[in-house]
């Protein structure tokens, strides 16, 4: 929560709430369920507070000071003239009196702090402070007060800015040599591959003219390194504090963590503190254990030990997943919320599009209120719109309601009787098997509010019992009714009911821009880059881009002559003529293989098709060596699926198009020689993809090729993308689908290829 100062090296500004996180906190790390307020109930509380004060109460009262190097700022909650009070104020549910005296010590910290900088900036001798504590539930006030001479805040300003001082040193001498040698980086091979310099100089433009850039770049051509470089060079001239590497899937981080580890060996000595963030599943090391100290070990005590811990982890500069999980275990402390601490002192943070896209984004919710200058680089990024649109979707299923009014707790089970009733009017209205509702049911969204009023007062009284599915709801009730304030035409609220007389209620979001635009407005520059995005506009307007956003457009590294890409144009895949095109495509390729034996990849639209293909293949050749992907496979499986594909290998593996195989895998050389694709990759026609193309028809005006095309060609070019990996291989790609010719889908495909 703090950050050198990018101006002045030889002075460190630190938020208050960031100095008194840093040396008030003490104790337990004590995570038991207590609901805590939203962040626009939170707003609220404090905006209701003020509204209860005199004319002449003064919100939101920025201040600052200086300790030596030492920079503190903030904004204190407001100021009572009339009482000669400062506030800070705490929005809160339950009973006050279980909050932990840890929480409480912090936030008197907080108040001195800000006190001190009142009284010197207005020199008086002395200040009332309040604790306000606002309870959403009952709207009333607990206030705690003392009063303190300007001679003991100034000396419990002092001794905090102590507590943190060496931190700050250590910190304005990391960030010094770190800019340093940023700005002098080599790059770590002896030249740049084709077109991975034109990549690198657009990263770095858009880092130093402030814009966004989406970039098209073909595979093989590096793209990690390729990005990742030009902004640590750029870095220190635009004084940017950390740089973000956001991916899709644990490959991805695998190959950012690589590339790091190269810079590295090529400047043994470089000061650059990584961070890898993994999901709070994946870092437990007590999984049958609650987040408190009278539960869990790392728990105990976690405040007491942090501080060696966090010192330890910088000291070292490397925190992937087991180093990190080695320093915590070695000080015992959770490796999860160790790394959710070293997110303020590391340089390149390393995780999930969650951690920075999703609507309680961590990352984007620390660069706001530490205002910190971040660039932003999004790889495979043709995943961010449907990432997008899970994330600010809602669901809620009749059936669990239902199901949960059976076993809930007394308390509650009026206000989920009420909702229940609700539910029940709401599929009276709308009968039919799938409806898009005209408008949000507003007397459905005001019984769940009340019901997660009740359920959240439920928990906070009761914070140690342990209820998994009424949780489970709580925090689904929660989102639906986020999604639900901030629903608007990016959206769709749709009812779908079945014969089995289950239910399920959607917000289904449909355009992610609007959520998706401020997070590329907070940082410096966003580099979005993949080997499919194309059109640009698509991409921009689905995520809401910048209108300054540089498109750039990569030229392969391989030629048409290292594929052959042949359109099979006598053959339709469409749902209607699928049974007659069986026997046709399994003649095509026996036939290739036959001709040119080796290993081959064949892509279907669903796991039918596929069934349906290899059952015959196998009846009609059944010497043939297959293998196919199976549904929900585990990770050992799709391991045994990939290592089939072993050099000089023959057979043909079958999988389902925009599946697990058909991007982010790599198979060079011989692995991998031909691609069967017998598909155009449209998404299904179904009510709810019909229902989003009139939303994309009435937004964009090309509601077919937002919802099918564009979508259905990415996934086409991303699955033959597997085939030609290094400007060495040689292989051969079959489009299996009689719309392939057409100039509107010929226009799609990568300008390289030269079809037959």
């Given amino acids: 929560m703090s950050t050198a100062s990018t101006t002045d090296t030889s002075r460190y500004v630190v938020a208050v709430r960031a100095l008194c996180e840093f040396t008030a906190k003490q104790g337990d790390l004590d995570l038991r369920f207590t609901p805590s307020p939203t962040a626009q109930e939170g707003i609220a509380g404090h905006a209701l507070v003020a509204s209860r004060r005199a004319e002449n109460y003064e919100s939101e009262v920025s201040l600052s000071g200086d300790f030596g190097p030492l920079h503190v700022r903030g904004r204190a909650d407001g100021y009572d003239p009339t009482l000669h ?32 900088l009142l009284c010197q900036e207005r020199g008086w001798s002395e200040l009332t402070l309040a604790l306000v504590y606002f309870d959403i539930g009952n709207q009333q006030e607990t206030v705690l007060t003392e009063v303190m001479t300007v001679t003991e805040l100034e000396q419990f300003f002092v001794q905090q800015c102590e507590r943190f001082l060496a931190w700050a040193q250590q910190e304005l001498a990391h960030r010094l040599a770190r800019d340093t040698a940023w700005g002098a980086l080599a790059f770590p091979h002896p030249a740049f591959r084709a077109g991975q310099r034109e990549l690198a ?21 590096g793209k990690t390194i390729g990005t990742l470089f030009p902004l ?23 190959l950012a963590l690589g590339a790091v580890a190269l810079l590295k060996q090529v400047t043994p000595m470089l000061p650059l503190r990584v961070l890898e963030l993994v999901a709070r599943d994946k870092a437990c090391e007590h999984p049958d254990k609650a987040c408190h100290g009278d539960s869990c070990p790392l728990a105990k005590g976690f405040y007491d030990r942090l501080p060696q811990a966090r010192a330890a982890a910088v000291q070292s500069g490397s925190g992937d997943r087991a180093a990190l999980r080695s320093v915590a275990l070695e000080h015992a402390v959770c490796p999860y919320y ?53 994330m600010y979707s809602a669901e809620l299923d009749h059936g669990s309601i239902k199901q949960l009014r059976l076993v809930a707790p007394t308390g509650v089970r009026k206000s989920l009787d009420k909702l229940n009733r609700c539910w029940t009017a709401l599929r009276k209205d709308f009968a039919e098997p799938y409806q898009v509702l005209p408008a949000l049911p507003d007397k459905f969204v005001t019984a769940l509010q009340q019901c997660n009023t009740e359920i959240g007062e439920f928990f906070s009284e009761h914070p140690t019992r342990i209820d998994v599915d009424l949780q489970r709801f709580y925090f689904d009730a929660i989102h639906f009714a986020r999604m639900a304030d901030a629903y608007g035409d990016h959206s769709l609220c749709d009812l779908s009911q079945s014969a089995d007389k289950s239910a399920l209620l959607c917000l289904r979001n449909v355009i992610p821009a609007p959520f998706l635009a401020p997070r590329f407005a907070a940082t410096r520059s966003t580099t979005l880059f993949s080997a499919t995005l194309s059109p640009w506009h698509f991409y921009s307007d689905t995520l809401g881009l910048p209108a300054t956003t540089a498109w750039i457009d990569v030229a392969s ?17 469409r749902f209607l003529q699928r049974a007659a095109s069986i026997d046709p495509i399994i003649a095509l390729m026996v036939q290739q293989y036959r001709e040119l034996p080796g290993n081959y990849l064949t892509f279907f639209s669903s796991f039918d098709y596929l069934q349906a293909v290899t059952a015959r293949l196998i009846a009609l050749h059944p010497e043939l060596p297959i293998w196919q992907q199976a549904r929900r496979m585990d990770d050992t499986s799709r391991e045994e699926f990939m290592a089939r594909f072993a050099p000089g290998g023959r057979g043909i593996g079958f999988a389902v198009l925009g599946g697990s195989f058909g991007e982010g895998i790599d198979l060079p050389g011989d692995r991998l020689i031909g691609a069967f694709i017998a598909t155009l990759g449209l998404p299904q026609m179904n009510p709810v993809n019909e229902q989003i193309m009139q939303r994309m028809q009435q937004r964009f005006g090309s509601g077919y090729d937002y919802t099918y095309l564009f979508p259905g ?28 010719p057409r100039p509107a889908i010929r226009a799609l495909l990568p300008r390289w290829w030269k079809p037959e």
């Avoid at 635009?238 to 644990?250: E, G, V």
């Avoid at 999703?358 to 043709?382: C, F, G, I, K």
């Fill in 85 to 116: 009070r400062l506030e800070e104020i705490k929005t809160f549910r339950g009973d006050l009196t279980r909050m932990p005296d840890n929480h409480r010590a912090l936030h008197w910290a907080q108040v001195r702090v800000y006190g001190w």
């Fill in 338 to 390: 160790l790394a959710q601490d070293l997110v303020r002192w590391s340089d390149l943070i390393i995780g999930d599009y969650n951690y920075y896209f999703d609507s309680s984004a961590m990352l984007y919710s620390m660069t706001l209120a530490n205002q910190w200058r971040v660039a932003v680089l999004v790889d495979e990024a043709h995943n961010l719109i449907e990432r997008g649109r899970k």
């Fill in 201 to 221: 100089q657009a990263v770095y433009q858009g880092a130093t003219s402030a814009r966004c850039v989406l970039a098209q770049a073909p595979t093989g051509i």
């Fill in 557 to 573: 590294p391989f030629t048409a002559d290292q594929l052959t890409v042949r359109l099979v144009s006598t053959i339709s895949t």
């Fill in 713 to 740: 060609l990415q996934k086409v070019v991303q699955a033959a993308g597997r085939v030609i990996r290094t400007t060495s291989d040689r292989g051969i790609v079959m489009l299996i689908d009689d719309r392939y």
């Fill in 232 to 254: 640590l060079k750029a870095a220190p001239a635009q004084q940017l504090d950390k740089l973000f590497f956001l991916t899709a899937k644990t490959s991805g981080r695998s």
